[in-house]
């Protein structure tokens, strides 16, 4: 096969991949990055929008200005929601958001692809970072964003491919597995499980020794991400001390983390202002392998495949680190949790087309239990109840429902209540 085939076949995979996810990483060692790009510059498939980021993008105020500037002469009218914000209204990540997915509306004849070129000049940028992943979850259903690295930029990837914002692209092929690199086989075993308590083991036994939690959560908070820099886990971990007395306090932590963990080397590596967990540590990382299956079954939905869903459903053994609310714990939580969900719709599916409805009750129950806002959820169940003559139970649930949302002074949206009424005017 030619470089011209390559690239089309590259170019094939990358339409079919772009449906399910809204951003795309090409990776970093992908030997046809810069051809894709020229490829996806010259597509017909989307209205291409091109940003490549400068030595100055070392902020987002800074990003965001040369894409206004650059992205309008490419798009006569792009930039007329984010050139009218006030300077407060800049630094206000939801309105700068709004305002840059307002611009995205603006755009209707096709289908957007928001290319963020040479994305390695920001690795040093917390902000930018922050930005890019709390786009991925608000971007309009039309919108993608495609980023061209040299280095693998240092956002929480797992999570993230968990709740269907994020693939990873090496040349033709979405990696499933090892998101962040193999890592090499040697002479001892840690099991870390991140799905429920979260907890540690080495040979088969618990780890106990962390002296408090906080080093145990800055252990996984570091096994999300490819690398972090000490101003994030700052942030994350003491937001209300001042910069000198978070340093010292992370100092602290990280040596109660090595001193936990009982190994000849240093658990977390130090190079050029990132941290990152020693990559000639062996271990097996419960969230890894739940995406892993998780792609897995994606990649073979067309077959409706229930063993491969369930496996999904089996390896979810409860809320990511439950029992803690730290915000980064929170956000990882949502999108395993979508995960789980999703695979529980899947194998309702996959039951009512079986005509097994009350296997279907069960499955979509237990995804409402998890995750009681989601009201896609509550109103399947309503009309499965229905369907299967339990109207009074229908009726019942409804009222719970509403009970619940009231109490927490929320109000149900109006496709539930079109649910309900529906059934109980027949």
């Known amino acids: 096969m030619n470089l011209q085939e390559s690239l089309e076949q590259q170019y094939e995979r990358f339409l ?73 209204e800049q630094a206000d990540v939801p309105t700068l958001i709004s305002a840059l997915v307002r611009e995205f509306d603006d755009i209707q004849d096709r289908n957007i692809l928001l290319i963020l070129d040479e994305y390695d000049r920001s690795d040093e940028a917390d902000d930018i970072q922050d930005f890019v992943e709390t786009l991925s979850g608000q971007l309009p259903e039309h919108s993608r964003v495609v980023i061209n690295s040299r280095t693998m930029p240092r956002l929480p990837w797992i999570s993230m491919i968990a709740h269907q914002r994020a693939l990873l692209l090496h040349d033709d092929t979405i ?37 408090g939690h906080l080093p145990r959560l800055l252990f996984f908070f570091a096994l999300e991400k ?22 010292n306090v992370f100092h602290v932590t990280k040596r109660r983390l090595h001193k936990a963990l009982q190994f000849d080397m240093d658990i977390l590596m130090h190079d050029d202002g990132y941290y990152y967990i020693n990559p000639a540590l062996s271990l097996d990382y419960d969230v890894m392998r739940f995406v892993s299956a998780l792609m897995d079954a994606r990649a073979h939905a067309q077959e409706k495949p229930f063993d491969k ?17 730290d915000p980064w714990i929170l956000a990882r939580r949502q999108d395993y949790r979508a ?36 009201e896609d959820l509550h109103q399947q169940i309503i009309q499965l109840y229905d369907q299967l003559g339990r109207r ?20 149900l949206g109006d496709a539930t209540h079109a649910v309900y009424q529906e059934i109980m005017n027949r």
């Open 175 to 211: 990696i499933q597995r090892d998101f962040y690199g193999a890592l090499p086989e040697v002479d001892y075993d840690l099991e870390v499980f991140g799905l429920g308590p979260g907890f540690v083991l080495f040979n088969g036994k618990t780890i106990d020794s962390w002296e």
């Open 309 to 325: 869903w369930q496996r999904v459903v089996d390896m979810y053994q409860g809320p990511y680190l439950q029992g803690h609310d």
């Open 16 to 88: 079919e991949a772009a449906q399910s996810s809204k951003i795309i990483l090409l990776h970093p060692e992908s030997r046809l990055r810069s051809p894709l790009v020229a490829r996806l510059l010259d597509s017909q498939d989307y209205h291409v929008l091109y940003y490549a980021m400068g030595p100055d993008d070392v902020s987002v105020d800074s990003v965001i200005g040369g894409m206004s500037h650059d992205i309008a002469e490419q798009s006569r009218l792009f930039g007329r929601h984010l050139n009218v914000l006030s300077v407060r």
């Open 226 to 247: 490819p690398v972090v820099t000490r101003s994030e886990i700052c942030r994350a971990f003491w937001p209300d001390l001042d910069v000198d007395q978070a340093v």
């Open 392 to 411: 009074s139970e229908a009726a019942a649930y409804y009222q719970r429902l509403v009970t619940r949302f009231k109490k927490r002074k929320m109000a």
């Open 339 to 374: 995960g789980f969900i999703e695979a529980l719709s899947h194998l309702a599916q996959i039951r009512l087309e079986a005509d097994r409805p009350e296997h279907a009750l069960g499955f979509l129950l237990r995804g409402a239990e998890e995750d009681d806002f989601r």
